[in-house]
T-cell receptor
Framework: DAGVIQSPRHEVTEMGQEVTLRCKPISGHNSLFWYRQTMMRGLELLIYFNNNVPIDDSGMPEDRFSAKMPNASFSTLKIQPSEPRDSAVYFC???????????????FGEGSRLTVL | QKEVEQDPGPLSVPEGAIVSLNCTYSNSAFQYFMWYRQYSRKGPELLMYTYSSGNKEDGRFTAQVDKSSKYISLFIRDSQPSDSATYLCAMAQAAGNKLTFGGGTRVLVKP
């Protein structure tokens, strides 16, 4: 299995530009998570989907951030317009979530390192 | 105050030493406790998973949970240079997949 695949691995852009990060989860997994990691705030959950439906987006910082999951094998995280404080590593993770019961192991991608100048 | 507190380190030890890591938390509803290992420029990967209080051992790794003190620990015996990484604790409540992560402790094992 190829694991969770994220693109791009690195993105450098200027303030005000639109940024789109992409994620392909592990085949068969039904939950997908977007995290952001910074030195100051650590690993923060932005949003997660179950069966392509957004379940909890309370971590999305503001309206400049949006996420979609049009099908089981693809998700995007978009920032428009981007700001320097959005600079971080953005991770996508997937999981096989049961209908109830304990949390399952998260499988992370290698991350997209975003720098906004 | 953060829900989960973790000393950022770095924690530097000689090869073969025991590495001791810990996290404290404030939410008494947490019941599931995990440790993830993150190598530089990589995503975190699950290392240990425990439920409620008690100990769990897996090879050189031992995880301990003390819910009465809201304190969890990870011990690495006979540490190797390949153990050099950032270790993140993570916790979840009874249901759902929403994990709360600690900030991570960077560990350096010197040959």
């Amino acid at each position: 299995d190829a694991g969770v695949i994220q693109s791009p691995r690195h993105e450098v852009t200027e303030m005000g530009q639109e940024v789109t990060l992409r994620c392909k989860p592990i085949s068969g997994h039904n939950s997908l998570f977007w995290y952001r990691q910074t030195m100051m705030r650590g690993l923060e959950l932005l949003i997660y989907f179950n069966n392509n439906v957004p379940i909890d987006d309370s971590g999305m910082p503001e309206d400049r951030f949006s996420a979609k999951m049009p099908n089981a094998s693809f998700s995007t995280l978009k920032i428009q317009p981007s700001e320097p404080r959005d600079s971080a590593v953005y991770f996508c993770a997937s999981s096989l979530m049961g209908t109830s019961g304990p949390p399952r192991e998260l499988f992370f991608g290698e991350g997209s390192r975003l720098t906004v100048l | 105050q953060k829900e989960v507190e973790q000393d950022p380190g770095p924690l530097s030890v000689p090869e073969g030493a025991i590495v001791s890591l810990n996290c404290t938390y404030s939410n008494s509803a947490f019941q599931y406790f995990m440790w993830y290992r993150q190598y530089s420029r990589k995503g975190p990967e699950l290392l240990m998973y425990t439920y409620s209080s008690g100990n769990k051992e897996d090879g050189r790794f031992t995880a301990q949970v003390d819910k009465s003190s809201k304190y969890i620990s990870l011990f690495i015996r006979d540490s190797q240079p390949s153990d050099s990484a950032t270790y993140l604790c993570a916790m979840a409540q009874a249901a759902g997949n929403k994990l709360t992560f600690g900030g991570g402790t960077r560990v350096l094992v010197k040959p």
